[in-house]
């Protein structure tokens, strides 16, 4: 016969008040034994544990329906804090985050001169993270928890189970276990995962919405879905879903790096508006030392300039087919663009939103389409790392 071990079971049901208290604004002992089922005794006896380790706060009373004044809980937002690390071609953006995902620190450090420049070191992006998670450390402001754990979000194929990568295309970096590397490092547990993946995750945590069904399609020099299905992100059996970058939606169009030819990131990421201009014979603008070439592009747009309104037109029109071929497959509640070319969305969401609206079907024409949160992708890292440490249920069985 199986049986869960006593302590696991106290730490699982701790995991469950915390998640309760959490995910409301203000609560009571009552309410709390009330919806997870646990005696008033066990939940009194975890809500003083957790006021001892200052997750919990008393705050006051509310109103009575007979009898004494229930005591108020509020949950401590700053009794812990992560570290989130956003990993992309040309940067490395580091947050340190609360429990709600309000940063206290951040610095971008940029790493590479262009998204053409293929060939990258391994030991220097590892050296990078380092540098940047021990800064962090250093401005991680006094809680009662400290810091718990450091995330980090790569633009590729990654199992967030082992940490293992297996393939950061635009990185051209294949079969990296990174996670040991870092591991090693600190004293703190790493967690790994997919950018897109982080970046849904920063949406659905400023929602509070517990079951919410939330699509982040991640629009960079690729393209990335982020897939939170019913309040869970789905990875898929090996980590690899929400590879939407990768659907056909032209036939034979766009050699892909996948191998592939028309994949949905060949018609609506930075790389493919940067092709548009080329077709259309419009001038590219020069990075400068203030902006890459995308944000002088974006920069010059919010000057007044009407000059690459036509790439941004049809970057545009290709997000709204993909887009609308994701909702009609998953139906979801929301779809937040997020990445880099989420910077544009002014310029693009007039022309996406009516292409989305004219491909979904049904209903799905309904589901909002808004632009994600910046540095949404740093603070999921930092959410998902806190996530693991505090708010996992760990189960030990034994015989």
């Known amino acids: 016969m199986m049986n869960i071990d006593v302590s696991a079971m106290r730490l699982l049901n701790r995991a469950s008040v915390l998640n309760f208290i959490r995910d409301h604004k203000l609560t009571t002992r009552i309410a709390i034994s009330e919806a997870t089922g646990l005696t008033r005794a066990t939940v009194s006896s975890l809500v003083e544990t957790l006021m001892e380790e200052g997750f919990v706060e008393e705050v006051g009373y509310g109103v009575s329906n007979g009898g004494r004044k229930p005591v108020m809980l509020k949950f401590n937002a700053d009794a812990a804090y992560s570290i989130g690390i956003d990993l992309q071609i040309s940067h490395l953006t580091t947050v340190v985050c609360n429990i709600r995902g309000d940063i ?12 053409g420049n293929q060939k990258v ?8 993270i380092q540098m940047e998670a021990k800064s962090a450390l250093e401005h991680v402001p006094h809680a009662p928890q400290g810091i718990v754990g450091i995330g980090l979000a790569l633009p590729g194929l990654v199992n967030f189970k082992t940490g293992f990568v297996y393939h950061l295309p635009n990185l051209a970096i294949s079969d990296w276990n990174v996670h040991d590397l870092l591991q090693n490092q600190f004293a703190l547990p790493v967690y790994i995962d997919n950018d897109a993946n982080c970046g849904v995750f920063a949406e659905y945590q400023k929602r509070h919405s517990p079951k919410s069904s939330i699509i982040y399609v991640n629009a960079g020099i690729g393209v990335g879905v982020g897939l939170m299905l019913n309040g869970q992100i789905y990875r898929g059996k090996d980590g690899l879903a929400g590879e939407f970058g990768h659907m056909t939606i032209k036939e ?14 060949q018609y609506a990421s930075e790389q ?51 887009i609308a071929n994701i909702a009609n497959a998953l139906n979801p509640d929301e779809i937040v663009l997020g990445g880099r070319i989420s910077m544009a969305y002014k310029f693009i969401s007039d022309s996406m939103t009516t292409t989305f609206q004219h491909r979904a079907i049904s209903r799905n024409r309904e589901i909002p389409l808004v632009m994600g949160y910046v540095n949404g992708v740093a603070i999921g890292a930092a959410g998902i790392a806190m996530d693991e440490a505090l708010f996992a249920s760990p189960i030990a069985i034994s015989d």
Not at 274 to 293: D, Q
Request: hydrophobic share 35%; with cysteine; proline share 4%.
């Open 104 to 115: 206290a620190y951040k610095n971008v450090r940029h790493l590479f001169n262009s998204p």
């Open 121 to 128: 070191d391994q030991e220097s992006i590892v050296a990078s």
């Open 252 to 265: 034979d169009g766009a050699i892909c790096r996948c191998g592939n030819r028309g994949c949905f990131e």
């Open 272 to 322: 493919s508006l940067l092709r548009y201009l080329e077709e259309l014979h419009i001038n590219i603008p020069k990075s400068t030392e203030k902006h890459s070439v995308l944000e002088q592009i974006i920069y010059e747009s919010y000057l007044g300039s009407d000059l690459y309104a036509p790439a941004f037109d049809r970057l545009a029109a290709f997000l709204g087919i993909g």
